[in-house]
């Protein structure tokens, strides 16, 4: 959700720019604005001091005015947390029963589920990504199975090695995993 939403506010954004500074540039090199538009020539301001007058009377227009721009604000903050987060995990936490701990990469944990899932029959592509804490993982995975495939297989398979290997080895009570499957799209088969 995260990507659509950078994808669309970016957009959004950037078209704004484009053709606000457009406009500006236009009407600045000297073409003639529509009679709608906000500037009428290279001298004129955006926000004279007639406009910003004639709505002190108006109670309800500063207030509006000050909530849209908070909303605003507010939006973008968000957004820039969102940007900040990390979301896949840097490390595993290891018990190594000595009472210290160990750490291991996330990304080796990954590769290593990534190479177990590969070798599951039936599984072309494999994308792993662990999310949550480092004490307590958590497993995105991503199978794109070959059109003969048995997804039921293919899933028994990967939750009783592969997770559980990867679960075992990091010494891990237990290793929550969320699994996408996706087929391979292939041509249609003809028949005789």
Do not use: Y
């Not at 001298?43 to 007639?50: C, G, K, N, Q």
């Amino acid at each position: 959700m995260l990507k659509t939403v950078n994808r669309v506010v970016l957009g959004l954004i950037g078209l704004v720019l484009v053709l606000g500074g457009g406009s500006v540039l236009a009407v600045g090199l000297g073409a003639s604005p529509p009679s709608w538009w906000v500037h009428d020539g290279k001298r004129d301001v955006l926000l004279s001091d007639a406009d910003r007058a004639r709505w002190r009377d108006a109670g309800w227009f500063w207030p509006t005015v000050i909530a849209v721009l908070a909303v605003c604000v507010l939006l973008a903050l968000w957004w820039l947390v969102a940007q900040l987060r990390r979301r896949r995990l840097a490390e595993v936490l290891v018990e190594t029963g000595d009472g210290e701990g160990a750490l291991l990469r996330g990304r080796a944990l990954e590769n290593v589920l990534v190479g177990e899932a590969e070798s599951i029959e039936g599984v072309q592509r494999a994308a792993v990504a662990l999310t949550g804490r480092r004490n307590a993982p958590h497993a995105r995975v991503s199978l794109l199975l070959e059109p003969h495939a048995m997804p039921g297989d293919a899933l028994h398979r990967l939750s009783a090695e592969a997770l559980a290997h990867a679960r075992d080895s990091a010494g891990l009570d237990r290793l929550p995993a969320v699994v996408r499957l996706r087929g391979v799209k292939h041509r249609a088969e003809r028949v005789n």
